[in-house]
């Protein structure tokens, strides 16, 4: 059974960082695409970051790219979102996810089909 778990969600101020960590069982990295997502309030679910464990390819949304930073530790099955500089509008319910990799738009929420519980990022003063 595939299992993703998402943590590190808090409170941050503005210009701040902050990193989540998505620890991922029943699979093995190599095998699937993990993507973060975020679903501000009472917005749509929007993917801001995919990773090819296959081969290391990564994408960024262009509304995070500078400033978010995913890594992965394969011995601990954990992938981590880093997060710097952060804005009032990067407030949201975190998601990672584990699905199939698709070049043409690797972000696509369609795509993934595990899904760990969110964790929620405020960024206020």
């Known amino acids: 059974e595939v299992q993703l778990q998402a943590s590190g969600g808090g409170l941050v101020q503005p210009g701040g960082s902050l990193t989540l960590s998505c620890l991922v069982s029943?699979?093995?990295?190599?095998?699937?695409?993990i993507g973060w997502f975020r679903q501000p309030p009472g917005e749509l679910r929007e993917g801001i970051s995919c990773?090819?464990?296959?081969?290391?390819?990564?994408h960024y949304s262009d509304l995070v790219k500078g400033r978010f930073t995913v890594t992965s530790d394969n011995a601990k099955n954990t992938e981590y979102l880093q997060m710097n500089s952060l804005k009032p509008e990067d407030t949201a319910v975190y998601f990672c996810?584990?699905?199939?990799?698709?070049?043409?738009?690797?972000?696509?929420?369609?795509?993934?089909?595990?899904w760990g519980q969110g964790t929620l990022v405020t960024v206020s003063s």
């Open positions: 996810a584990a699905g199939e990799y698709v070049p043409a738009s690797p972000m696509l929420p369609l795509w993934y089909r595990d």
């Open positions: 029943g699979f093995t990295f190599g095998d699937r695409a």
């Open positions: 990773v090819n464990t296959k081969d290391g390819r990564t």
